[in-house]
């Protein structure tokens, strides 16, 4: 018999091509493991997230009622501004537009002579009428020569004149062009 080749059986040797898909295997499991632990991580991290942004929006809400209150206070300040505006030049054209009484009497006050006394005097837009009485007619001269000097008036008409027989003084009746705010 020929010598034959001795067969040597390694039990101990495993095949490398088994071994190598168990080892990816586990390998693709543990990657695996790994993502399915970041997704749940960042599920819940996400899930925390939302609470706060939840609570963030609940808060910012009852912010925003709060400032809508106070924006139609200060719409219906605005308004009330507005009217106050509109109210202060209705005003301002009011002023302008009313007789300036206190002209008038301090024009008379110049002309007035001694002894002279108003009984009645009527101020409108266009005319003023006066009332009164003097000492005599030549008081009554002068108060017509002093308006006629210092007056914005026009056309001094003395409409009547009397004698009154009790106290002897002069009563006299007046009117006079006027123009309100005119010097």
């Given amino acids: 018999m020929e010598h ?3 067969i040597y059986i390694n039990l101990l040797r495993r095949d490398q091509k ?6 990816d295997g586990m390998l693709f499991c ?4 790994i993502l399915g632990i970041g997704i749940i991580f960042h599920y819940y991290s996400m899930k925390v997230e939302l609470r706060l942004l939840q609570e963030s929006n609940s808060a910012l809400k009852t912010e925003l009622s709060g400032y809508k209150a106070e924006q139609s206070g200060l719409q219906s300040y605005k308004e009330l501004i507005s009217k106050v505006e509109a109210k202060q030049k209705s005003n301002a054209k009011v002023r302008e537009s009313q ?20 009984t009645n005097i009527e101020i409108n837009r266009e005319e003023m009428l006066m009332n009164g009485y003097v000492p005599d007619y030549q008081k009554l001269a002068a108060f017509l020569s002093g308006l006629r000097k210092s007056s914005p008036g026009q056309n001094i008409i003395l409409l009547s004149s009397n004698i ?9 009746k007046l009117e006079m062009g006027w123009e309100a705010g005119k010097k």
């Fill in 4 to 6: 034959s080749k001795p």
């Fill in 18 to 23: 088994h071994s190598r898909q168990i080892a």
């Fill in 30 to 33: 543990l990657l695996l493991a």
């Fill in 99 to 118: 007789i300036k009484c206190v002209e008038a009497y301090e024009e008379l006050e110049h002309a007035l002579p001694e002894g002279l006394v108003m």
């Fill in 164 to 172: 009154d027989k009790e106290s002897g003084e002069v009563m006299f």
